[in-house]
């Protein structure tokens, strides 16, 4: 349920609180590692919407997903419009 809002960093970071062992806490990794740019691309869409015009709207954007928890590669992957639809 957090992936629709939250990067794998944020989650990693809940479940490590709340005490999931470290083996539970790899193969959590994995998987959310796997699918970040897609989950970041919808968490973008929703907010935004449309690529950034200028850098101060880019530093916004990108500030918003790292925020929730996104990795730089998603971010960035993210904001230069790469695998996907807009």
Do not use: C, Y
Request: a positive charge; glycine letters at 10%; proline letters at 1%.
């Amino acid at each position: 349920m957090r992936r629709r809002k939250f990067g794998a960093s944020r989650i990693l970071h809940e479940l490590r609180e709340k005490g999931v062992s470290d083996a539970a806490l790899e193969n959590a990794r994995d998987q959310l590692k796997a699918g970040e740019v897609e989950a970041a691309r919808a968490v973008w869409r929703k907010k935004f919407g449309s690529l950034p015009r200028t850098l101060a709207e880019k530093a916004k954007q990108a500030r918003f997903l790292a925020g929730r928890g996104f990795s730089a590669e998603a971010v960035a992957a993210v904001l230069k419009g790469k695998g996907g639809d807009q």
